[in-house]
């Protein structure tokens, strides 16, 4: 009995002795302080054909979101250069008629941003006559013929008074000042513009097209503000060239381009009257990658993306049309540039 219990505790002693020879563990098998099991395991990655293995944490960490891709017909899409202008219907300047000295009324000059009614009277101008001095030789002209009025012409009193008297320059219709360049003593000429009135609720679209032929074939039109989708409408295209380009003029249908400025620079979406077979994405699916070729992204596995090289076609400014997909595919909507640059 005594013998077999010193070959248990033997045995006990050589097993704790090769373990501790062992040293520690392999990689991956440490539970030592301070060390993550299987760190290397959920960092993303690249493999050699393309594809990008990135683990759920590091999608929500970087805000990846995906979209259903929509396969249909669409109307073909030209994109247009364009800028907001004004609207001649509801706007209007106010100019000098006289060479003279602008002075600001009893409530001071307008600000821009500030609303006016029609006929508020918004600045003086007091005309210089002549050279030195000779403003006040009128003055003692207008006097004398005030002192004779009985024996002069009614005319010649008249003609001495408008000589003297003070332009008023009053807002030609209702609205927003958007421009004023003037200050308190200024001299301007006659003809110079002192301020602009707008109403930015009904700023108009201007685009330019090198093809006439366009305006003819125009099925619907829109311009995109950040998500914002602005439908407009087709009031007309000159028939007289403008620097070799055609320009063609839109206006919204609500009040969307009051957020806007005149002379911002746009870019119109016509759709056309022919329509192409396609797939529909978010814009900001299509990313470059390093050979400037232009891919989306398209999640394969619950954590595998896979690049698809695509010819983008613009169809609203939020979406565009590609070839090479497939019917249920998602590809990478939001923060796909981030997936492209993962190594």
């Known amino acids: 009995m005594k013998r077999h219990s010193h070959f248990v505790l033997i045995a006990a002693l050589t097993g704790f002795c090769l373990h501790a020879l062992a040293g520690p563990g392999e990689p991956g098998h440490s539970h030592g302080e301070g060390e993550t099991p299987f760190q290397g395991a959920n960092a993303p990655k690249r493999f050699a054909d393309g594809s990008v293995y990135l683990p759920k944490i590091a999608q929500r960490q970087l805000g990846i979101r995906t979209a259903l891709v929509q396969e249909g017909e669409f109307p073909r899409t030209i994109e247009l250069s364009a800028k907001v202008i004004n609207n001649p219907n509801y706007g209007g300047r106010v100019q000098a008629m006289i060479t003279g000295r602008i002075t600001p009324p009893p409530k001071g000059f307008p600000v821009p941003g500030q609303l006016v009614k029609q006929g508020d009277l918004l600045a003086y101008v007091t005309p210089e006559i002549g050279p030195a001095n000779t403003r006040s030789l009128a003055e003692s002209r207008l006097k004398r013929l005030q002192a004779l009025s009985d024996t002069v012409p009614r005319k010649v009193l008249e003609e001495a008074q408008a000589a003297l008297a003070n332009e008023e320059l009053r807002a030609p219709v209702s609205g927003m000042v958007a421009t004023t360049g003037v200050v308190s003593g200024q001299v301007v000429e006659a003809r110079q513009l002192i301020f602009e009135i707008v109403n930015p609720n009904k700023f108009m679209v201007e685009a330019v097209t090198y093809e006439p032929s366009v305006v003819d074939n125009i099925g619907s039109a829109n311009l995109s503000i950040g998500d914002q989708i602005i439908p407009l ?53 299509v990313v470059r990658d390093g050979s400037n070729q232009s891919v989306v992204w398209v999640k394969e596995g619950p954590q595998l993306f896979r690049p698809i090289t695509v010819t983008p076609e613009p169809l609203n400014g939020s979406n565009s049309l590609v070839q090479g997909l497939h019917e249920n595919d998602r590809v990478a909507s939001k923060s796909a540039s981030l997936l492209n640059q993962i190594r």
């Open 233 to 285: 409408k087709l009031q007309g295209a000159a028939k007289r060239l403008r620097e070799q380009a055609l320009p063609i003029t839109f206006l919204a249908d609500d009040e969307g381009l009051s957020q806007l400025a005149i002379g911002q620079v746009l870019r119109v979406y016509v759709q056309t009257k022919q329509t192409i077979k396609g797939f529909r994405i978010p814009t900001s699916a």
